[in-house]
């Protein structure tokens, strides 16, 4: 849900800040007040091209920004994308400089518009005069279309169910609706899984032929050092160290033995006399007793010491030879990390790496044919399910064409409509959302044929559609509380009323109203028939100060919406006549 737009120095928006709520969200105000303005300042934030002509004149750089609550699936866009996610909301900020460059920023870190655009459907979808069809591809028609049939397919959202289709389609039973989606994801992920192997065990065959005297003597040097373990060279080493050093720590050891525990002056022999002299003290002084103590534990400490050093010393051997042996050891074993890795570890797993290559190269046929049989299976599998996708779809379509149509006549136009769904069952248009193309369907006026949506001429027509299908979505497609189909929970419409009046103004109030109970919606109307229905109405009014204009936005309290609706029922003069409607219009709303 949108929580908060604000706008500085867009267009001739100078400092305006908007607090949207749940429910149905009203902007209101005289022509030219800068309502689309702020419309089109929330579609530069969902990644709509940014210009120069946006930014304020005399103002070096025009800012928007919103706060929309998190949902799952923006959150795991956000962190696809490196992004920090902190808290429940999410901060969208866009700056577009006077020269036409701009920056983006998501939680106050920089992204692209990239990102912002994939962001968009999970947050607002912006129905305007310039946005709308760019907003309603193909994508999103089809995911519309899966909404009203409870079918989720996008992989963005919830974690991927495993299922074993293997098992279950061997017999084509089990597939049901409420795991179509994740049916068709795991068969797609299973095919592509299989043809990308069956295309790597039969790439560069002639390479791979040529690769065999190499890779067979690699393995043969690995082989023939017999690699004792990972730390095979750093035991050589520390060995190597000793031995290079022998006599020195020959020394050293007797000397420390000599100096703790056989000459006179010896330590043990100097603790052995202070311990006589505390026992001493201790026979008339019991406080004494735990320092003889110590001092005994201390000379059997040195003596262990000492016998330690004298054992080390015995057992140097002073080997010439098998120093030799060792550097010449561990030079082999540096010949075989300059040629296969940094470690002994990345040798070893090197060789592995080429015996399983060979392995593949003397087993190719028979890895070919096994591959060639998963593929096949995968194939299977894949039709199978986008086959039971494709008769879902289809079913729903029917039923959805039937709501929709009568839902688009009620807002003052006269239609046929359509929903179709045309399976492309070449292997080049599957994905893992199925083989289904899907298109909406509409003729205008009676004789034409039917036509893609958006070779709609006009704009508010396409709003009124996008309305009345978002209507028979939420009210008439699958079980609302066993849908796991998260869509944009705000919607946007500008210039929804264009070319109504009257009865087909109320109906798309109360429209607005019933799409508003499940999505937050936001809406720019010039007529009170609609305004009456506001949960939250605001007023964008422009003004003059210090030689310039300026749009602000406010929301209304309940008394002075009153006024606004007159306002708009009779003109520049509010008459008793028009505040007594209004004061209708809003009682009978409620």
């Not at 604000?6 to 007040?33: C, K, M, P, Q, W």
């Not at 060995?239 to 007797?254: G, I």
């Not at 015996?355 to 044919?369: D, F, G, P, Q, T």
């Amino acid at each position: 849900m949108l929580l908060e737009l604000r706008a500085e120095n867009y267009a001739v928006i100078d400092h305006a800040v908007a607090t949207f709520g749940s429910g149905l969200n009203l902007l209101t105000g005289e022509t030219g007040a800068g309502k689309s303005i702020l419309v089109d300042a929330l579609a530069l934030l969902m990644g709509g091209r940014a210009a120069s002509d946006v930014v304020r004149h005399g103002a070096d750089k025009a800012v928007v920004s919103c706060v929309f609550e998190a949902t799952a699936g923006a959150e795991a866009i956000l962190e696809a994308n490196g992004i920090d996610v902190e808290s429940t909301e999410i901060l969208l900020r866009r700056e577009v400089n006077a020269s036409g460059k701009g920056r983006v920023f998501l939680n106050n870190q920089p992204a692209t518009v990239a990102v912002l655009r994939q962001l968009a459907p999970e947050l607002a979808l912006v129905h305007s005069q310039a946005e709308t069809m760019g907003a309603f591809d193909q994508s999103q028609q089809r995911g519309l279309l899966d909404r009203f049939a409870g079918v989720n397919t996008n992989p963005g959202l919830g974690k991927e169910l495993v299922i074993d289709l293997r098992e279950r389609l061997k017999s084509h039973k089990g597939l049901d609706v409420a795991q179509a989606g994740e049916n068709i994801r795991t068969a797609y992920s299973l095919w592509r899984g299989a043809r990308e192997e069956l295309d790597r065990l039969s790439a560069d065959e002639q390479e791979r032929l040529r690769m065999v005297d190499l890779w067979s003597f690699q393995r043969s040097e690995i082989a023939d050092a017999n690699i004792a373990s990972a730390e095979e060279d750093d035991q050589l080493e520390a060995e190597k160290r000793v031995l290079s050093n022998a006599e020195k720590l020959y020394t050293a050891a007797m000397n420390a033995q000599e100096v703790l525990y056989e000459n006179e002056a010896s330590a043990e022999s100097t603790l052995a006399a202070a311990q006589k002299h505390l026992e001493e003290l201790a026979r008339y002084d019991p406080s004494f007793t735990e320092a003889a103590t110590q001092i005994a534990n201390a000379r059997a400490t040195i003596a262990d010491i000492s016998e330690t050093a004298r054992h080390y010393a015995e057992n140097i051997n002073a080997s010439p030879e098998r120093l030799a042996e060792i550097e010449d050891r561990l030079a082999a074993l540096d010949r075989l990390k300059r040629k296969y890795g940094k470690t002994l570890g990345e040798v070893v797993a090197y060789g592995e790496d080429v015996s399983a290559k060979l392995n593949e190269v003397e087993n190719r046929e028979a890895l070919i044919a096994e591959a060639k049989k998963t593929l096949a299976e995968c194939e299977h599998i894949y039709t199978c399910v986008a086959q039971d996708l494709t008769e879902t779809r289809t079913a729903a379509a029917r039923k959805l064409e039937k709501l929709a149509e009568q839902q688009i006549n009620d807002l003052a136009m006269q239609v046929r409509f359509r929903v179709e769904v045309a399976p492309q069952k070449e292997q080049s248009f599957w994905t893992a959302v199925g083989w289904d193309h899907v298109e909406c369907l509409i003729a205008t006026n009676t004789g034409e044929p039917l036509k893609p949506l958006e070779e709609i001429a006009s704009g508010g027509e396409m709003s009124r559609v996008m309305l009345a299908l978002k209507v028979s979505v939420e009210e008439g497609g699958a079980d609302r509380t066993k849908r796991r189909i998260p869509l944009p929970r705000t919607l946007v419409f500008d210039e929804i009323d264009i070319g109504i009046g009257g009865r087909a103004a109320e109906a798309v109030g109360a429209k607005l109203k019933a799409l508003s109970k499940h999505q937050q919606v936001l809406c720019v109307t010039h007529l009170p028939q609609i305004a009456a229905f506001a949960d939250q109405h605001f007023l964008v009014e422009k003004s003059e100060k210090e030689g310039r204009t300026r749009t602000q936005i406010r929301q209304m309290k309940d008394e002075e919406r009153t006024g606004e609706i007159a306002r708009m029922i009779s003109g520049a003069t509010v008459t008793e006549t028009s505040l007594k409607h209004a004061e209708q219009m809003l009682k009978a709303s409620r």
